[in-house]
């Protein structure tokens, strides 16, 4: 099992709406990573777990909260997001910094966030 | 870390081999070159990966000058499917903070 799954694939809130978009991989790897994405440019990095701790946060608004509640799983929280923040989400997950794999991240699909 | 520079777009005609440089001349000695593309839609998807020695496999060839400051991504028989913006990225192996620059979009031509 190679994939990383993401729910819900399409999601639109409201500003004062509270939602989660979840991940979760089976592989057994050790860090999970969070993207967004706007039209026409490259995924930016948000945040990074290792081992189930945080280990990057770019510096993200508070209104985005990271969640990992087990090696499979990662949440992110949203709430009272601004219109700006309509992306795509993309979740990833590597073996990075083991002597296993090649390294690589795999990505999940995304969710498509659109705030009104 | 080390910066990238690629074309912003590329055509290649169906069949032939596209061919995608990137400049990474600030790349440090423990940093392999990564490339992964995205399909419209889709979400990244790894490629290959050196360090110094060229590479291949069964998705394409990947050429890293002696120098390392640049390298080129091979896709020796182009098909229509491989339309997507490629990244090319260096990064240390034991390092977590994976992030991509604009990347080339290249469109195979029937």
């Known amino acids: 099992d190679t994939e990383v799954t993401q729910t819900p694939k399409h999601l639109v809130m409201g500003m004062t709406n509270k939602k989660s978009l979840k991940c979760e991989q089976h592989m057994g790897h050790r860090a999970m990573y969070w993207y967004k994405q706007k039209a026409k440019k490259p995924p930016e990095l948000m945040f990074v777990y290792s081992y189930e701790k945080l280990s990057i946060n770019e510096s993200v608004p508070s209104r985005f909260s990271p969640e990992c509640p087990n090696s499979s799983l990662l949440n992110l929280h949203l709430h009272a997001l601004q219109p700006e923040d309509s992306a795509l989400y993309l979740c990833?997950?590597?073996?990075?910094?083991?002597?296993?794999?090649?390294?690589?991240?795999?990505f999940g699909e995304g969710s498509r966030l659109t705030v009104l | 870390d080390a910066k990238t520079t690629q074309p912003t777009s590329m055509d290649c005609a169906e069949g032939r081999a596209a061919n995608l440089p990137c400049n990474h001349s600030t790349i440090s000695g423990n940093e392999y070159v990564y490339w992964y593309r995205q399909i419209h839609s889709q979400g990244p998807q790894y490629i290959i990966h050196g360090l110094k020695n060229n590479e291949t496999n069964e998705m394409a060839s990947l050429i890293i000058t002696e120098d390392r400051k640049s390298s080129t991504l091979i896709l020796p028989h182009a098909t229509l499917r491989d339309t997507a913006v490629y990244y090319c990225t260096p990064l240390n192996f034991g390092n977590e903070k994976l992030t991509f620059g604009t990347g080339t979009r290249l469109t195979i031509i029937p």
């Open positions: 990833a997950s590597s073996q990075r910094g083991s002597d296993t794999g090649t390294g690589e991240l795999f």
